[in-house]
């Protein structure tokens, strides 16, 4: 089974050495990529649900490093994972997973997310958590584009702007940026025009006006 290239980008960003937890793994995608990839590395794959349990210890059955654990989130993750990864779910369940255990989230120094939905409220959490932005990538599969974020556990705690974390942290250095501010722009677009059609000029309709005009400037 190929891996998808959000998966690949999230593998990449994984070092020699590290402790992975792994929650909603699903497939076991990830692991196989990390097993190729990496020869140090131990990970706690994690599912909640009976059915993807079943699949990913089929699937990771022949991989060493790899402990299964049928529970919620990361309320099995311990002090000697690193790393918390949470891939190819909602930004709400992520912020709600992560909310959870706050005492888990305090001991980890890394958390990598594919957030498919509320990811401004991610970039927001996370900061408030006490972590950085280290790396944030443009993934484009399928004519969807996906936003990887590494954030760091840091003392420094640097500020952020508003565009920042509504937009993306670097993100203009990104090789797809480009395309992606168009992609969003017409979407952004298509919302007004969608408006205009059922004479919904409200509140809202401003809103998306601001919106447009702040990530049109945003580089
Ligand atoms: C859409 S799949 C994503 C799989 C893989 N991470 C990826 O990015 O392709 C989301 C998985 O997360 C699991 N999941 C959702 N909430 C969870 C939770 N609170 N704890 C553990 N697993 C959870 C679901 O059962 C599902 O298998």
Do not use: W
């Amino acid at each position: 089974m190929q891996i998808p290239k959000r998966l690949e980008v999230i593998g990449e960003l994984i070092h020699e050495g590290a402790y992975v937890a792994d929650i909603g793994a699903d497939h076991g995608l990830l692991e196989r990529y990390i097993a190729n990839h990496l020869k140090d590395y131990h990970i706690l794959a994690v599912e909640n649900k009976k059915g993807p349990m079943s699949a990913l210890s089929a699937a990771t059955k022949d991989l060493p490093n790899v402990i299964l654990s049928l529970s919620d989130g990361i309320e099995a993750v311990n002090e000697q994972y690193d790393t918390i990864v949470l891939a190819g779910m909602g930004g709400d369940n992520i912020i709600s997973i992560l909310s959870k255990y706050p005492e888990k989230v305090k001991t980890v120094k890394n958390i990598i997310v594919d957030a498919h939905s509320f990811i401004p409220k991610v970039r927001r959490t996370l900061v408030d958590f006490g972590f950085d932005i280290e790396v944030e990538k443009l993934v484009l599969e399928a004519g969807v584009y996906y936003n990887v974020i590494s954030f760091k556990r840091n003392s420094n705690q640097q500020n952020y702007s508003q565009d920042e974390l509504e937009f993306g942290y670097n993100l203009s250095k990104d090789p797809l940026f480009k395309d992606y501010k168009n992609y969003l722009l017409n979407r952004y677009q298509k919302i007004l025009n969608d408006m205009e059609n059922s004479n919904c000029k409200n509140k809202k309709n401003k809103e998306i006006l601001n919106e447009m005009r702040r990530f049109k400037s945003y580089e």
